[in-house]
């Protein structure tokens, strides 16, 4: 059973950093671009960053300067780096394809709550 574990959530003070993995168990990644995704209390689930197989990578511009996303095929394991989190990243965070045509199933994802 294929299944997105996301990890690495929690509460933060504004300003400060979480790094979030999200690991693939009964699979692997097969080269598939991965994107990290977020969805906040009332609002639309929004792709944040993303990562292809060779490395190269894309931001939302909401957080570009701030979030760094990265992967290790050898883990089946997708990263995304948040540093200078504001109050409006928070959110509840998944990772998953980055293919408008094949999704895993999502994750349970993981909370990343940031007071001001």
């Known amino acids: 059973q294929v299944q997105l574990v996301e990890s690495g959530g929690g509460l933060v003070q504004a300003g400060g950093s979480l790094r979030l993995s999200c690991t693939a168990r009964g699979t692997t990644f097969s080269r598939k671009p991965m994107g990290w995704y977020r969805q906040a209390p009332g609002k639309q689930r929004e792709l944040v960053a993303t990562?292809?197989?060779?490395?190269?990578?894309n931001f939302t511009d909401s957080v570009k300067g701030r979030f760094t996303i990265s992967r290790d095929d050898s883990k089946t394991t997708v990263y995304l780096q948040m540093n200078s989190l504001k109050p409006e990243d928070t959110a509840v965070y998944y990772c998953?394809?980055?293919?408008?045509?094949?999704?895993?199933?999502w994750g349970q994802g993981t909370q990343v709550t940031v007071s001001s």
């Open positions: 998953n394809a980055n293919l408008p045509w094949f999704k895993f199933s």
């Open positions: 990562i292809t197989s060779d490395g190269s990578t």
